[in-house]
C-alpha cells in the first residue's frame, strides 16, 4: 500500500523566512497531494492541494510542488509570520475524487521565531 | 452549515467496554472517513464509507466497526475498548456530487475530534 514519508519533523525559522517541508511518496499511481495545517488542538484544515496533472500551485504566501518522476512533492511558504506556527501534514490518495482515504504523513511542527 | 459535528469530544473508558463516536455532517457529502491521530504519527485512516449502506477497511480498521444507514451518519464502534486506542479520533467528509467540477468538490473536512482514554 501507499507509504508517504515527511521530513523534516520539526522546522524553526526566523519570521520573514522561508520554509520548506518535503514529503515523498511510494504508490507511483497516486494522484492527488493535499496540505493541512492542524494548531493546537485544533482539526486538520486544508491549506493546499494539488493533482498529478500539475507540477506546481500557488496560493498567496502558500505553494506546492509535485515531481512525479521523483516521487516527492513539497511544501513552500515564504514571508513566514508567527501565526504560520502549527503542524503541517502532507497526505496521497489515487482515483478520482479519493480525498476520503488520505494516507498522512507523519507531520511537521513548524515554529515560526518573531 | 455545522458542517462535521463529532460527539462526545471527550471520553474514558476502561478496558473492555464499548462505545460508539458519533459522526455527522450537513454538506451532503457522499465520502465519509474515520481516522486516529497519535502523538508522532500523523493520522491513520480506520474505515471509510462512498456512500450510504457502503463501507471499507483503512490502514487500521481491526477494533472498530462502522456502518453507514444514512448519508449523514457514520458511526464508529469500538468493540472491547484497549489501551493501544486511546487517540484523539478524527472524521471527515467530502465530496458533493451536485458541485460538479468546482475545485473545492472533494476537499475534505474534519470534525473537532473526540479524546479518548482507555484505562
Known amino acids: 500500500g501507499e507509504n508517504v514519508e515527511q521530513h523534516p519533523s520539526t522546522l524553526s525559522v526566523q519570521e520573514g523566512d522561508s520554509a520548506v517541508i518535503k514529503c515523498t511518496y511510494s504508490?507511483?499511481?497516486?494522484?492527488?497531494f493535499p496540505w493541512y495545517k492542524q494548531e493546537l488542538g485544533k482539526r486538520p484544515q486544508l491549506i493546499i492541494d494539488?493533482?498529478?496533472?500539475?507540477g506546481e500551485k500557488k496560493d498567496q504566501r502558500i505553494a506546492v510542488t509535485l515531481n512525479k518522476t521523483a516521487k516527492h512533492f513539497s511544501l513552500h511558504i515564504t514571508e513566514t509570520q508567527p501565526e504560520d506556527s502549527a503542524v503541517y501534514f502532507c497526505?496521497?490518495?489515487?482515483?478520482?475524487?479519493?480525498?476520503?482515504?488520505?494516507?498522512f504523513g507523519s507531520g511537521t511542527r513548524l515554529l515560526v521565531r518573531p | 452549515n455545522a458542517g462535521v459535528t463529532q460527539t462526545p469530544k471527550f471520553q474514558v473508558l476502561k478496558t473492555g467496554q464499548s462505545m460508539t463516536l458519533q459522526c455527522a455532517q450537513d454538506?451532503?457529502?457522499?465520502?465519509m472517513s474515520w481516522y486516529r491521530q497519535d502523538p508522532g504519527m500523523g493520522l491513520r485512516l480506520i474505515h471509510y464509507?462512498?456512500?450510504?449502506?457502503?463501507?471499507d477497511q483503512g490502514e487500521v480498521p481491526n477494533g472498530y466497526n462502522v456502518s453507514r444507514s444514512t448519508t449523514e451518519d457514520f458511526p464508529l464502534r469500538l468493540l472491547s475498548a484497549a489501551p493501544s486506542q486511546t487517540s484523539v479520533y478524527f472524521c471527515?467528509?467530502?465530496?458533493?456530487?451536485?458541485?460538479?467540477?468546482?475545485?473545492?468538490?472533494?476537499?475534505?473536512?474534519f470534525g473537532p475530534g473526540t479524546r479518548l482514554t482507555v484505562l
Open positions: 471527515a467528509s467530502s465530496y458533493n456530487r451536485g458541485l460538479g467540477q468546482a475545485s473545492h468538490t472533494d476537499t475534505q473536512y
Open positions: 504508490d507511483s499511481a497516486s494522484n492527488y
Open positions: 494539488i493533482r498529478s496533472n500539475v
Open positions: 497526505a496521497a490518495s489515487k482515483g478520482r475524487y479519493s480525498s476520503y482515504k488520505l494516507i
Open positions: 454538506m451532503n457529502h457522499e465520502y
Open positions: 464509507s462512498v456512500g450510504a449502506g457502503i463501507t
